[in-house]
């Protein structure tokens, strides 16, 4: 087993990644290190895979308990950053990540700035006091490419209507379709945490591709991190399904010019052409409300929120009066309201 602590070379406390800078930074003196010129502990260690350890905090010695899934969170003692190696190692570790960009004190505002502030929540809502925990975490995600070969065999019609003389006439025209495609998708994004809500984390996508960077565990350092409850293999049929629609709109696409279309058969083979282990950056808000707890996520990079938040019936109401004589904001409303939630 193993405990990876990152200390500061010139004061000794506890250095944490820095989302502004992407460096490691230490609080007390104001160094900064750059993490892609730091060594990894990982790549000079073998771990035993399903070692069953005890882990120790290597500031205070107290015992740090975790789940299973748990690889990188703080010292409940002493609050010191605690990254177990041992769990990041073989075949967990992750090969890419994309670091935090935005930190907890803009994650807060930015919650709050998607709760409008409080103008159509419940009065007492916004309170501060209400927030049970902000957690940025590193949340595992599988990312595939899948390669697909499509073979469709469909019935077609082109109906086409006309004046001749003093008829209308209705001419329709059969047609047997073929169509045999390939198609690639790229990086398609699976939540593989078993404790993370599936659709929830579906929300947050985008993240951004173009901010991807080998993975350091100098990088989880402040934060707490996951890793993954499901292989590919097992999570393989979800990303089959998550493709399954953008497949079927591009097969269509093709046949726009006839006017009915009906398939009498459809064959996809889709194959995994690989799928690289991923850490994807999330805030997690839990707010505690009339005695229930409301649970919001944010893209640790893009600040885009998703959660369902309680409403005031009487603000939602008065808010509608407001804007009624607007006919594109009402839309807006009716379209937040069918949708659960603010956008």
């Not at 159509?120 to 209400?130: K, Q, S, V, Y």
């Not at 086409?160 to 379709?177: A, K, L, M, S």
């Amino acid at each position: 087993m193993q405990i990876i602590d990152y200390k500061c070379p010139n004061c000794g406390s506890d250095m944490v990644f820095d989302s502004h800078t992407g460096m490691l930074a230490c609080h007390s003196c104001g160094r900064n290190d750059n993490i892609k010129d730091m060594p990894d502990p990982l790549t000079s260690n073998v771990f035993a895979e399903d070692e069953v350890a005890e882990y120790h905090c290597k500031s205070c010695g107290a015992v740090v308990i975790t789940e299973a899934e748990t690889t990188a969170t703080v010292c409940s003692f002493c609050g010191s950053v605690v990254v177990l190696g041992d769990r990041l190692a073989g075949k967990l570790a992750p090969v890419q990540v994309i670091p935090f960009a935005i930190s907890k004190e803009e994650a807060m505002q930015a919650f709050r700035k998607w709760c409008r502030n409080g103008r159509l929540t419940p009065n007492g809502f916004m309170t501060a006091d209400r927030i049970k925990g902000i957690t940025g975490m590193y949340v595992p995600f599988w990312l595939y490419d899948l390669n697909n070969a499509v073979e469709v065999h469909a019935h077609g019609t082109k109906v086409r209507t006309y004046e001749q003389g003093d008829y209308q006439v209705t001419e329709t025209q059969h047609f047997d379709i073929y169509r045999k495609i390939r198609l690639n998708y790229v990086k398609v994004p699976i939540d593989a945490s078993e404790k993370m809500n599936d659709k929830l984390m579906d929300k947050l996508e985008p993240f951004p591709y173009d901010q991807l960077q080998s993975f350091k565990t100098a990088y989880l350092a402040g934060f707490v991190a996951e890793k993954y409850s499901y292989d590919d293999k097992e999570l393989f049929p979800r990303a089959k399904e998550k493709i399954s629609a953008y497949i079927d709109s591009y097969i269509r696409s093709t046949m726009s010019h006839y006017t009915t279309v009906n398939y009498t058969d459809k064959r996809i083979d889709t194959q995994s052409k690989q799928a690289v282990y991923t850490l994807f950056p999330v805030w997690v808000l839990h707010y505690d409300y009339n005695r229930l707890e409301y649970t919001f996520a944010m893209n640790g990079q893009t600040g885009k929120v998703v959660g369902k938040p309680p409403l005031s019936k009487g603000k939602v109401a008065t808010w509608f009066a407001s804007i009624s004589g607007i006919s594109f904001l009402s839309l807006k409303l009716i379209s937040w309201m069918m949708g659960g939630g603010f956008w």
